[in-house]
């Protein structure tokens, strides 16, 4: 079966991490997010899978390379201009209109989900639907589409990113849509166009059957840093299904291979550690901190809810909690630092 993944966008309210890599590539415990949907696309039978591309879309396009690797094979889509969700799925029209004619799947490429895509996809056909919205309740709708159901699930109203008194729901979109074949119909070629602002609108309009989806399922768009730490400690919590990179070695501690823990190091819970990693005498390794590969921790350094990045070196005596330190980053010697970003490397001092 076909899936897309939306892996266009620039990443903006991920920024500073996403200066230089794509928010698909950013890792959630040391494997980047598009993985996890490949993966989670994978083990639903969604093995024929485009990807479109524009922000430092050949980043993308050089880790995944065809998709063997992962069991699947992948396409490209590589975009000059942003065309809207809705308009680059209407660009690769030719690729899932070739073959059966089966409903396709499309799926946001910063979401972290645990959604069971092949019940989302019965429910569709079984209603006969032209499009069916993966739904969640949110806390604040504000950031998403709302939608209301009738008793049957038919959407009988959609409203993208309400604000004040127009909020009517919290039931919201989560970006997993199922489409039949006949959606490229309502979706204009060659223009910018959105599945919220303008498809979904339409469909209504025309009383097109629109249903949707709603499940208690994990789901987070990690598309801002409190949301990102969150989703990692949700990951650790095993509060969503993921595969991990590296063995659980005991209750809640992940560690990846040629890993060394000197005997002095106090390693909690949970903690991931990946592969060639190096923890110095007296670290203090506390809960909610995935470390990422090749990276090193020296003499009495201590990290709390921290995220290290590939290749990362913390300091001897530096002090992290609730911090993220990007790839190939030095935090100096002797330095502590609370609820910080640090994606910019640093020349190793002597102090």
Not at 3 to 20: C, E, K, Q, W, Y
Not at 56 to 62: K, N, S, Y
Not at 79 to 99: H, I, P
Not at 155 to 170: A, D, H, Q
Request: some cysteine; overall charge negative.
């Amino acid at each position: 079966m076909k899936a897309m993944i939306l892996a266009a966008g620039v990443g903006s309210r991920l920024d500073p991490l996403t200066r230089n890599i794509p928010k698909p590539m950013v890792p959630i415990v040391n494997r980047p997010v598009i993985e996890h949907i490949i993966d989670q696309l994978r083990r639903h039978n969604f093995d024929e899978i485009m990807i479109n591309l524009y922000y430092l879309g050949d980043v993308i396009e050089a880790h995944l390379g065809n998709g063997s690797k992962f069991g699947v094979k992948l396409h490209y889509s590589r975009e000059d201009t942003l065309w809207g969700d809705a308009g680059s799925v209407k660009r690769c029209e030719k690729f899932f209109t070739e073959g059966n004619g089966d409903p396709f799947l499309v799926v946001g490429g910063d979401d972290i989900s645990d959604k069971d895509f092949s019940k989302i996809l019965k429910s569709h056909v079984e209603k006969k639907a032209v499009a069916t919205i993966g739904l969640s309740l949110v806390d604040d709708p504000s950031e998403y589409g709302i939608v209301l159901m009738n008793e049957n699930g038919r959407i009988t109203r959609f409203l993208e990113k309400p604000k004040g008194e127009v909020i009517f729901s919290n039931t919201a979109n989560t970006g997993v849509y199922v489409f039949d074949q006949s959606i490229f119909d309502f979706i204009p070629k060659g223009t910018f166009y959105g599945f919220g602002h303008n498809l979904f609108p339409r469909l209504l309009e025309q009383k097109k059957p629109i249903f949707g989806h709603l499940t208690s399922s994990y789901w987070r768009d990690v598309g801002n840093l409190k949301v990102y730490r969150q989703t990692h400690v949700d990951a650790l919590a095993e509060r969503v299904t993921l595969h991990f990179p590296m063995k659980e070695q005991r209750k809640y501690v992940w560690m990846g291979e040629d890993v060394e823990i000197d005997p002095t190091a106090d390693i909690g819970y949970p903690v991931a550690i990946g592969n060639n990693v190096k923890i110095e005498a007296g670290v203090s390794i506390q809960e909610n901190t995935v470390i990422g590969n090749n990276c090193v921790v020296e003499i009495g350094a201590s990290l709390k809810e921290t995220i290290l990045w590939d290749g990362a070196v913390v300091m001897r005596g530096t002090q992290l909690e609730r911090c993220v330190v990007g790839n190939d980053c030095h935090v100096k010697s002797n330095a502590a630092v609370f609820d910080g970003v640090i994606v910019d490397p640093v020349r190793r001092a002597d102090k």
